[in-house]
């Protein structure tokens, strides 16, 4: 079998998920498992979050279709539907599978107060407060907000809800700005809010609402640019590992790898990893960029291929044929590579590593409760 493979920690997952709600002790967490729960498996991260100490009072999708394979799956508290629907005829299923509803435009409120459910929506009113991009312009939110609350048929558990553009950066000024407007908003309508991603649940405590919606923070990555007490805390919950499968002895100035962008500077180790873009790993990975290797760091030497990367083993001289390789994640001697660092020589974030680890991977859970 090919040694790869997304090791899944369960219990690392139920930590985060603590460290969020320890994060904001006044708030619920939304636990939001949007794409497969980062490439995460969302069923089974629903599954271990539902069975924890404290178990996660709802969860969070990008779309219906997300949130039918969880309920499919036997998952029964609430769904948000992060962008509500897309078209009116879902509102069937939404009613149906008691899911929550994000409405972030005119023709959603239209559709909502066209249909007759067989109980009122749970419904989070999106303003945009300054990430424009989804959501109402604040001055009309208290007219939307009336119309919502007045139809007592169709609509539940009014919210606002609104999303942040730069939590994640030291520079609070625009992060401020939004709250003054959210704030103001909260203040007139008696609204609960639910505002807080990952870096706003760690970093910024003024943005806490009724609930939070803490994401990448779940997984293990942290969402700060200057990391906290807190986000020191997170442990990564997926290992990406496989093994050496090759060793290629190289003199001085042989090049490896397509284009032959690495060259050897000395005799050089080369060790090749079943590993490559074809899995998720990123191209862009620039030499350097660290794996470790029987738990000890190693640079990669020259490009990603589609099933291989080769690593500059020279300075770890028993590593060999079957040695372990961490792409990222916790290797067998407890060292751990952050996959935000891995991102960061791959001129991208977390999310799209984590997200972008292909289904030819399996995934494998570990932990209490995993099936
Ligand atoms: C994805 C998403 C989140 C979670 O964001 P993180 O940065 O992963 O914590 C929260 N709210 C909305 C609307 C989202 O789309």
């Given amino acids: 079998m090919r040694p790869l493979v997304a090791h899944i920690d369960l219990d690392a997952l139920r930590h985060n998920y603590r460290l969020a709600c320890e994060a904001a ?20 991260c629903a599954r271990a979050l539902s069975r924890a100490a404290k178990p996660a009072p709802a969860f969070a999708v990008a779309c219906l279709e997300e949130a039918v394979a969880l309920r499919e799956g036997s998952v029964k508290a609430p769904i948000m539907l992060l962008e509500g629907i897309f078209e009116a005829a879902e509102l069937e299923q939404v009613d149906a599978l008691g899911l929550w509803l994000a409405v972030h435009s005119q023709w959603q409120v239209d559709a909502l107060l066209a249909f007759a459910p067989r109980a009122p ?3 989070w009113l999106k303003v945009d407060s300054g990430m424009h991009r989804l959501g109402f312009p604040p001055p009309l939110v208290p007219a939307v907000w009336s119309r919502l609350a007045a139809a007592k048929e169709h609509v539940t558990q009014l919210h606002l809800m609104s999303h942040f553009a730069t ?18 908003l909260a203040e007139q309508l008696q609204a609960p809010s639910c505002l807080a991603n990952s870096p706003a649940t760690l970093g910024w405590p003024v943005t806490h609402g009724a609930w939070n919606r803490p994401g990448v923070m779940l997984y293990g990555s942290d969402p700060l640019e200057v ?4 986000s020191r805390r997170l442990e990564p919950v997926m290992t990406l590992r496989s093994r050496i499968i090759a060793v290629r002895e190289l003199d001085a ?3 490896v790898g397509y284009g032959g962008r690495w060259r050897a500077s000395r005799p050089s180790r080369i060790g090749v990893v079943a590993c490559g873009y074809g899995d998720g790993y990123d191209r862009h990975a620039r030499d350097g960029t660290p794996v470790l290797v029987d738990g000890r760091r190693a640079p990669l030497a ?22 372990e390789v961490v792409l990222w994640g916790r290797a067998d001697n407890g060292a751990v590579l ?7 020589y791959c001129d991208t974030i977390s999310y799209t590593l984590l997200t972008g680890v292909l289904p030819r ?5 570990h932990g209490a409760f995993c099936e």
């Avoid at 939590?167 to 103001?184: G, I, T, V």
């Fill in 25 to 44: 002790p006044d708030s619920r967490a939304v636990a939001v498992i949007k794409a497969d729960a980062y490439g995460h498996g969302a069923l089974a």
């Fill in 121 to 123: 929506i749970t419904v």
């Fill in 167 to 184: 939590a994640d950066s030291a520079d609070e000024r625009y992060l401020q700005e939004q709250m003054r407007c959210l704030q103001a």
């Fill in 227 to 230: 990391p906290n007490a807190l």
């Fill in 253 to 255: 100035g042989e090049p």
């Fill in 302 to 323: 020259g490009k990603v291929s589609m099933d291989m990367l080769t690593v500059d083993i020279t300075d770890h001289p028993v590593a060999d044929i079957g040695s």
């Fill in 338 to 344: 952050s996959v935000d660092e891995v991102a960061r």
């Fill in 361 to 365: 991977v399996p995934r494998r859970y």
